[in-house]
């Protein structure tokens, strides 16, 4: 099945979980991502109609960037060490990691614009996951309201790897929430309108628990 084929599989899937929670599939945005793969790979994702990649490593970007260039809008969605921004900053349109007060002030001296970040949060607990705790979000993002070149679009997290549908849920939810509160607090810096939750393995539970950017790698474009 070639990546074109696996697209047109997966947009049924979110018209279908969609139409499960009332909400429009152009609420959803894909975002294929590229780090197991090929850059002729990634190209074709492009052929069939992908806008958006995502990366986890800045050699990874930098070199898919070098061939595909801005046809499509990236999303750098791995850990972010603070001194590998100033190698994807003039790249990038969102940035999907922002987890310590450091990097942020990092973008904020490296960016000429804001940026688009979602906040990392670990609502699951584990000790594997990186993140800000669901207790520290809303100090956190208040934090930020002095770096004017940080935008806090919305808020991301990493669900296990589990068959357990309801502590999926209960993950997504868990988010879902927090992003409204920081939503109601009207932070002009932080507008938090957007939630980029969901894999592979569960992007039809985010969906209908309220995700608006879904990370895709395996079941779009493959790993190898």
């Known amino acids: 099945m070639n990546v074109e084929q696996r697209l047109h599989r997966i947009n049924s899937s979110i018209e279908q979980a969609c139409k499960n929670a009332g909400r429009s599939p152009e609420d959803v945005k894909v975002v294929a991502v590229t780090k197991y793969v090929s850059i002729e790979r990634a190209e074709e994702a492009v052929t069939a109609g992908i806008t958006h990649l995502g990366e986890n490593r800045d050699t990874g970007l930098t070199e898919k ?3 595909i260039g801005n046809r499509v ?3 750098f969605i791995g850990s972010l060490q603070t001194r590998k921004v100033k ?6 349109s969102y940035i999907h990691s922002l987890d310590r007060h450091s990097l942020a002030v990092e973008i904020d001296k490296r960016a000429d614009k804001p940026v688009n ?3 990392q949060v670990n609502v699951s607990g584990e000790e594997s996951k990186h993140g800000i705790t669901p207790e520290e979000t809303s100090g956190f993002i208040q934090s930020l309201q002095e770096l004017e070149n940080i935008s806090v679009i919305g808020l991301m997290t990493m669900a296990p790897h589990t068959e ?3 502590f999926l ?3 997504f939810r868990s988010l879902r929430g927090l992003q409204e509160e920081v939503k109601a607090l009207g932070l002009p810096h932080a507008p938090c309108t957007e939630l980029s939750m969901g894999m592979s393995n569960d ?3 985010a969906i209908e628990e309220g995700a608006t950017f879904v990370r895709i790698g ?4 493959g790993n190898d």
């Not at 395996?218 to 474009?221: E, K, R, S």
Request: hydrophobic share 50%; net charge negative.
């Open 169 to 171: 849920r209960s993950c």
């Open 73 to 75: 809008d990236w999303h």
């Open 164 to 166: 357990d549908e309801a």
């Open 218 to 221: 395996t079941a779009l474009v």
């Open 203 to 205: 992007f039809h539970i």
């Open 117 to 119: 970040c979602f906040v």
């Open 65 to 67: 960037f070098e061939a």
């Open 87 to 92: 190698q994807i900053i003039d790249k990038v």
